[in-house]
């Protein structure tokens, strides 16, 4: 592995009426060269705190930091060969972009002839050619963005870090910016750690997604296992929406089991736990797996609320005392249930999964 984090722990010392704060607890993570991974999680999971240990900013109580086959828990953040981008984009105001971007190399008192060259190489790499005698105060946002990214994308670094580099854009430019991150870390293989809040930014950037509670690592996987094979309730929470519903298990053989849930029997495929005849489970149903329907559908509801989005209609639906976040996809559905319809509901059961009722 190119980067190892092994069994990291961070304690805080008592500070004022608060005593010792374990920020991240035995985390153990593999990051291959040229990967981009994310971690994952709401504010305090110790996200950021595993990302300053890994820039140098912070050291770790116990555990290991290897880089590229060398231990580096000691080694100064200049000195680990990395480069981070900040939320706050930390661009110097009285430095054009040029210098700005220049400022590092010249510190590393690397020749100006070169120094011209890697600049206006990232210039164009972050598609700000021409911009390079620009102010910081003329630049939009998303341009001061690209600045910092460019600064950090300038010193050519093992290993690139970003601690939500995105937080302070609007919408639209987080979605360009994303897509703008994605294509350059591609294009030029660099390892890179991203720390977010944002699971949208997670799913789309990241070949793994690693997601943090508490200190702890819930889950490590491709966007699509975490979202599809969440292994806690937690995950399932925190990747995508998830309703949460009671069931018993019938009988299970291999990875095909029969869970009874609100009355009905369902037949689910590709489950990842071993479950026991009787047992009290809890099955993961995602919104967009619930189809509402007037009638023919597997279990009578009636809708308590309705909310029509444009692109979706969103449906609360009560069946049999639980209630069951529905999303409608199909811009040809014309029909909206209303507030108190009967309705019926059907789950698409080969993208349920199902975890131990005590972990739901």
Known sequence: MYLKLEHITKVFPPRGNVGEVTAVNQVNLDI???????????????????????????????????????EINTLPPHKREMSMVFQSYAIFPHLNVFENIAYGLNVQKVPKKQITERVNRVLDLVHLEGYGQRAPNQLSGGQQQRVALARALVMEPKVLLMDEPLSNLDAKLREEMRTEIRRIQKELNITSVYVTHDQIEAMTLSDRVVVM?????????????????????????????????????????????????????????????DFSKDEKVTLIVRPEMVTVKKTGGMYPGVVRRAVYLGNVIEYDVEIGGELITA??????????????????????????????????
């Not at 705190?49 to 890994?54: A, E, G």
């Not at 319809?341 to 005590?358: G, H, N, R, S, Y």
């Open 32 to 70: 291959q060269k040229g990967e981009l991974v994310t971690l994952l999680g709401p504010s305090g999971c110790g996200k950021t705190t595993t990302l300053r240990m890994i820039a140098g900013f912070e050291f770790p109580t116990t555990g290991k930091i290897i880089l590229d086959g060398e």
């Open 213 to 273: 509670n508490l200190g702890l690592i819930e889950q490590v996987g491709t966007p699509m296992e975490i979202y599809r094979y969440p292994n806690s309730r937690f995950v399932a929470n925190f990747i995508g929406r998830a309703n949460f519903v009671p069931g018993t298990v019938l009988e299970q053989d291999h990875g095909t089991i029969r869970v009874s849930t609100l009355g009905e029997t369902l037949h689910l495929q590709n489950i990842i736990r």
């Open 327 to 360: 999303l409608e996809n199909d811009p040809s559905a014309m029909e909206l249930f209303p507030e108190g319809e009967e309705v019926t509901a059907t789950f698409a059961q080969d993208c349920i999964q199902v975890l131990p009722a005590e972990q739901g």
